[in-house]
Every structure is written in C-alpha cells, then in structure tokens.
C-alpha cells in the first residue's frame, strides 16, 4: 500500500467543536467591529475567516452532511462525497474560483397549484458559498433591523408573530398585509451588490453567482436579475436587498398627522412608537391605528421596492382591521400560517385593562384555517395511501407529520383546533379500518386499533410486541408560551448565557452547560437567581457520586461557584457536614 497518498488526518478524526470555538471567536471580532462602525477591521477579519482551513472545513461539512438538501445534484451531478474528497475539496475553495450555472429544479409550493423555481449550485460552488455566508452574516447581523426574523440566526417565525403580539395588545389596529411578488427572482443584481458594499474580490465573487445563469434541462438561461433559491448564501443576500424597509417606515414618522386630546401634535418619538413594521423573508406587516398612516406607508413602500426591482403581490396584499371589519374584508389577518384576531368581549370577560380601564377585546392568534385544511387534507392523504400496510407503519409515517404541525402551532391558542382535528383524524382512521375488515362493523374495529389508556378511550396503538407503537394525538400537544427573541440581539454578540439558555447550543460552552442552561431556563437550581455574564458557573451532582449518584442528566443541576460551595457542605458528599 502507497502510504504517500494517504491523508494526514482522516474525516472523522477532525475535532469540530474545536473549530466551531476557532470560527465563532473570528465570527463574534467581526459582528463586533461592526458594531462599532470598524469597516477596516471587519474587512480584515472576513479575509482571515475566509482563508481559514478551520471555516472552509465547517463550509464543506455543511453542504455535504448537515443540509437537508445536500442529496441534490447541480449540473456536475455530484449528490454525496466521500470522506476523501470532503478532505480535497476543503483545499479546493477560494474566492475567484470559476463559476458554473446552477440547475434548474421546480418544487411545488405548499397549498397551490404554482411551482417554485430552485437554482441548485455545484457542490463546489454550495462550499464556497458557506464560507462566504460565514464571513458576511455576522457583519450583517451587527446591521440588520430588529424586526427583522426571516433567514436571520436564533430567529424564527414564532418571534415574528411575537413582534405583532406585542404591537397590538392594548389597541385595534390597521393592518397592511403584504407578500413580496418573486422576490428572490427580481432583486435588482446592481443595487445588491452597491448595498453590500464589500471587498473587490468578494464582490466579484458574489457577482460571479448572480449571473451564472441557470441551465433547464439542456438550455442555458441567462439570470440579469435575482438570487437563485436554492443557493446557500441567497437568503442572506434577499435580506441584505430588503434590509432598510424599517428604516424607511420609521422616517415616515415625522409626516404621521397624529393629535392630543388638546389638538396639538404629538411628538416625533410618539409616532415612531405607534407604527410596527415586522418582517419574515419577503412577507411583512405594518400596523397602525391609523388608516390614512398605513396607506402612506404602502405608498411609500412600493416606491422603495421598485428602485431594487420588486413589487408588491396584489392577491397577497391587503389592508384589514384587527378587531372590525374593513370594507368587505373580515377582521384580523393571516401571517405565518397564524391568524391574528381581536374579539370584542362582553360582560363576563372584560378582557385586557389598559391605563386601568376596560379594552374591550382580546387578542387571539390560533393556527389559520388554510393551515388546518392544508394539515388534515395531508393526514387524509397519507391515511388513503396506506390502506394496505400494517398499523405500526401508518403510526410511522403519520407520527412526524402530526408532531411537527403541532409543535408549530403549541404556542398560541390551539387546543380546541387541536382536539377538532384529532376527532377528524379519528372517524378517518376508522374509516381507514373498516376498509382493511369490510366484513365488520365500526364497534369491532374500533376494539382491534383503539385501546383504553389512562384517561384516554381513543388511544391508536398497536397490541403486538413488547414496544407497542402510539398515534401522536393533536390534542394531547401541550401548550406552551413563546418567549420572543431581545430586540436586535445576535447569536454573534457574546452573549452566551442568554443564548445557551435559549438554544441549548453555545460554541463557546460545552454541550452539557448549554442543555442544562436551557433546561433551568438561565437560572441557577440553588439560590433561583439568573446567571449573567461574567458570573463563574458549575457543573454539580444533584446526588454526590460519593454517594451513589449518577453521571446523567437527571442528576446534574448548573449553580453558580458560591452556590455550588454552600451546597457542597451540606450534601454528604464530603462525608460530614461543614460550617459555613
């Protein structure tokens, strides 16, 4: 055997926790000096990133293993590397690499008869890409808008629908609900790239992708204008595009014709206070109690999308009211897969109190109904599909669809919606056994699939084996309160207590301190206090091993030094206790 041609080091000997803390130490200098305005450094730091082994291994490891997509061909046909050539091609990415077009793939879009174009790039060029998003994200997110979620880090749209929550609790509101007409195909490639206003090679770079043009079947298209979806740096680069909009809504402020109860204005801080502008992606909302404000605003909108080439989709866009109707629209709106709505609330529910008196109302947001028909028209289907196959299979194939619909919807006001779906999805499933066994009638079947569990006479389980299998049911999901992201805070800013706590994943701590941060909430298990930065933090044994204690999650609590020292006296773990 030729030993020569053999690595130093193979793929799965590479410590990635020790170069994730390298890249995210480089990640937090950049988000920083540009905090700060520091344009010099933030350039120089993005060119050290960049020509880092450690960042262009994390980029390949993302396109190759991490992304869901990653089994997608471009027009190299290459899906899947080895170990091997995941090691060659962590030396093959540089900037001014040649760039070749990416391939055209439609997707159908969810709830609609429409396709989604995706431009899937070459694996090589998928790399590159991640190394750039690697060093551009963090100057960016020291930039971006606070009311910004789409696309962004430790963002989600749950924040999003937060935002408006927050915008509208103690007053209705007008409502501008508008989508962004193909917004990812018709960003204006000039105005991006003059808005990003990075380094020559990075930008030739960058340039080199938008027209690369895009090959559908044997044809060659050339792309004058947008940011192919599919691209690992393209939902970075439409926030970049439309980053500003807030800004722009709140220049507006000073022109608001807003008066006191004495006639007189009020001040420019005021008005900016009264109007939200919250985005996700390419879909936003601007709310006001003004409708005069809001048609100003999607005025001045359009005029600001125009210049970088987008406009407003008129069948997704809308003006409504929250808590009335507006023309022949009816009250609230659909964002996210929600629907925001206000209630007017009689006698025995006064609802919310503002400044000590009645509102009136109440705010409710619940999963819309285009969710909840588009939800049970795929449980229907999957249940339709698989009349033929055995229980345990259909409780596989239904168990992620039910899960991951439910976790989505668990934090606003969803359990009746989930008990009507779960009792729609019952009469299918015995629908769904009755055509397995058309020789018996609805009772046997409902005694062959369905078992009495505690507290639940409609449990879908399976009887044979010693591990039976369980229907998730809807109604069974807990529901539980979401708690927004802090205004324009960043996973890049160094905050990791607050980010460990909130993901249960930190680079800059161990895997262990940061689920045990999210699972305690930030607060320490002795004196109920929340960790802050700079406080010392330990691991400590809720029973001492000395003892007989375990090394398990169960058995570990986070307390900070002092604590854990007055704790330790005491638990037996030193064989007889101390005074303090």
């Known amino acids: 055997m030729n030993t020569a041609l053999k690595p130093m080091y193979e793929w799965k000997d590479i410590d990635w926790r020790k170069l994730e803390r390298k890249v995210f130490k480089l990640q937090k200098r950049i988000y920083q000096a540009s905090s700060r305005g520091n344009v010099k450094l933030v350039r120089k730091l993005q060119k050290l990133l960049i020509s880092s082994r450690s960042a262009r291994a994390l980029s390949v490891r993302r396109v190759t293993q991490d992304n869901q997509g990653k089994k997608t061909a471009g027009v190299d046909g290459i899906k899947s590397l080895t170990p091997n050539l995941r090691l060659t091609l962590i030396n093959e990415i540089k900037l ?19 396709k989604r174009p995706l431009g899937i790039p070459t694996m090589k060029d998928r790399a590159l890409q ?9 100057e960016w997110e020291a930039r971006f808008e606070p009311n910004s979620y789409g696309f962004r880090p430790g963002r989600s749209c749950h924040d999003a629908v937060g935002a408006i929550f927050i915008s509208i609790p103690l007053k209705s509101k007008y409502v501008l609900d508008a989508d962004i007409s193909k917004c990812f195909d018709r960003i204006n490639h000039e105005v991006l790239l003059k808005k990003l206003n990075t ?15 895009v090959m559908d079947g044997k044809s060659l298209f050339p ?17 970049i595009a439309l980053h500003g909009m807030e800004e722009l809504i709140m220049g507006l402020a000073p022109k608001f014709d807003m008066k006191r109860p004495d006639n007189t204005q009020l001040s420019v801080r005021d008005k900016r206070k009264s109007i939200s502008l919250i985005r996700y992606a390419d879909d936003f909302v601007i709310v006001h109690e003004n409708l005069e404000v809001i048609k100003l605003c999607k005025a001045e909108t359009e005029k600001w999308l125009s210049d970088i080439g987008l406009e407003l989709k008129p069948s997704k866009t809308r003006l409504a009211h929250t808590l009335n109707k507006l023309e022949d629209e009816e009250p609230g709106f659909n964002f996210l897969g929600f629907n925001v709505r206000q209630f007017p609330v009689g006698k025995y529910n006064s609802g919310s109190r503002s400044r000590g008196g009645l509102l009136g109302f109440k705010t409710i947001i619940t999963p819309s109904k285009e969710s909840q028909k588009r939800h049970y028209r795929k449980v229907a289907e999957v249940i339709d599909k698989l009349r033929g196959v055995s229980q345990a299979i259909l409780i596989m194939k239904l168990n992620p669809i039910i899960r991951g619909w439910c976790n989505y919807f668990s934090t606003v006001v969803s359990q009746k919606i989930f008990e009507r779906l779960w009792h729609l999805v019952v009469w299918k499933l015995l629908k769904w056994g009755r055509h397995r066994h058309r020789n018996k009638g609805r009772g046997w079947t409902r005694l062959k699939y369905f078992k009495t569990l505690v507290g ?45 706590s909130r993901m249960g994943v930190h680079p800059e701590v161990t895997t262990r301190v940061a689920t045990l941060l999210k699972r305690q909430k930030g607060i320490c298990a002795h004196c109920g206090n929340y960790f802050t930065d700079g406080d010392s933090i330990e691991v400590d044994h809720r029973v001492p091993t000395s003892i007989g204690g375990r090394n398990s999650y169960d058995n570990w609590q986070l307390l900070h030094r002092h604590c854990h020292d007055k704790k330790t006296a005491f638990d037996g773990s030193l064989g007889k206790k101390l005074a303090h």
């Not at 930008?203 to 690369?212: C, D, E, M, N, P």
């Not at 069974?476 to 905050?495: H, L, N």
């Open 96 to 114: 001014g690499s040649k760039v070749k077009p990416t391939r055209r793939v439609w997707i159908p879009k969810p709830g609609s008869e429409e």
């Open 199 to 213: 380094y020559p090679t990075l930008r030739r770079q960058i340039r080199a992708w938008l027209k690369a043009g």
């Open 223 to 239: 792309t004058i204008e947008g940011t192919p979806q599919g691209g690992v740096i393209s939902p970075l680069l439409a926030n």
């Open 456 to 500: 639940n006479n409609w449990a879908f389980v399976t009887r044979e084996g010693k591990n039976p299998l369980m229907l998730i049911q809807h109604s069974s999901t807990e529901i539980k309160r979401y708690v927004k992201v802090k205004g324009a805070a960043s996973p890049y800013d160094g905050d990791w207590i607050y980010w460990s």
């Open 130 to 138: 991640a190394l750039v998003k690697l060093a551009l994200e963090p």
